[in-house]
């Protein structure tokens, strides 16, 4: 009995030695090969990836990692879409860092740490008084009532795919107004410029930058804002065009990228014909030339 398993093991051996030298190696470095490219391949899908700046007033598009439960950007909740594909914003006066975390469905979390560069605004120093402004008890009446009808139509949550689409200028002409463009009085700083205005002369049509569900359609002029248009591209992303001299469009409506959608005026608070254009993500107030890009 000892002397067969001797012979056998004997018999293995040399077999084992007999295999050619370079089917092993070949074999072994396939298998390396087979074995780092699901490695990397794993460590590329529970990673985050952004197109976009990370600048105050800025914009990103995210890819969720695969897995992904539930988003978070700050500690607030972020929706996303099907295939992983989510917003996230920085608001005109964001802070240094911001992280977005993401929980797999195993339980698993994926932090990512953005750095948000700072932005150098057009601030204008004045050695005067800010001016003391008293506002009716009319002018209070009418106001409350279109703050409730700016917050609602920011409240609304559309199922558009605007947010995806690369954002095209409602207008053309001369730049007026830079968004986040600001005055200091005497120390005391003023509210800073939350859109882009579009000089134009009255009764210039301007179209919808990008899809997106009609949020509000101010049927009378609001006491600053004017004919007031708001729409949702989707994700928390909106848009609103100040001023107009007239609305194309009605409540609830779908409007496509470049279709027309109202008249550019001088409607509300306003001392000529121009296109304010302002949007938000959120909370967050951004600049529309970094989802455009310069005016052609």
């Known amino acids: 009995m000892t002397g067969r398993f001797k012979a056998t093991l004997c018999l293995f051996?040399?077999?084992?030695?007999?295999?050619?030298?370079?089917?092993?190696?070949?074999?072994?470095?396939?298998?390396a090969e087979s074995t780092a490219g699901e490695q990397s391949a794993f460590r590329d899908a529970i990673q985050f990836g952004f197109s976009g700046e990370a600048i105050q007033g800025g914009v990103m598009i995210g890819d969720a990692p695969a897995g992904t439960r539930s988003l978070s950007f700050d500690g607030e909740p972020v929706s996303f879409d099907e295939d992983g594909k989510f917003i996230i914003a920085f608001n005109r006066d964001a802070g240094q860092a911001a992280n977005v975390i993401a929980t797999l469905d195993n339980g698993q979390t994926v932090r990512k740490f953005i750095n948000i560069a700072p932005r150098k605004w057009k601030i204008e120093h004045v050695s005067i008084n800010r001016r003391a402004t008293t506002r009716s008890a009319a002018f209070m009446a009418r106001r409350g009532p279109e703050l409730a009808q700016i917050n609602a139509a920011r409240s609304v949550k559309s199922d558009s795919k605007g947010w995806r689409q690369t954002f095209i200028w409602p207008a053309k002409g001369r730049i007026s107004g830079q968004f986040g463009s600001q005055r200091i009085y005497n120390g005391d700083p003023g509210s800073y410029h939350s859109g882009i205005d579009i000089a134009a002369p009255t009764g210039t049509y301007y179209v919808a930058p990008a899809d997106g569900v009609v949020t509000l359609a101010a049927s009378s002029p609001f006491t600053l804002e004017g004919n007031l248009l708001m729409i949702d591209h989707g994700m928390g992303l909106n848009s609103a065009f100040l001023h107009s001299s007239e609305i194309l469009v009605e409540e609830g409506q779908e409007v496509k990228r470049g279709e027309p959608i109202g008249r550019i005026g001088s409607t509300g608070s306003a001392t000529g014909p121009h296109l304010h254009w302002s949007m938000k993500w959120n909370k967050a107030r951004i600049d529309p030339i970094l989802l455009t890009g310069p005016m052609d």
Request: without cysteine; glycine residues 6%; charged residues 5%.
């Open 13 to 31: 051996t040399t077999a084992a030695v007999a295999v050619p030298a370079a089917m092993v190696y070949a074999g072994t470095a396939e298998s």
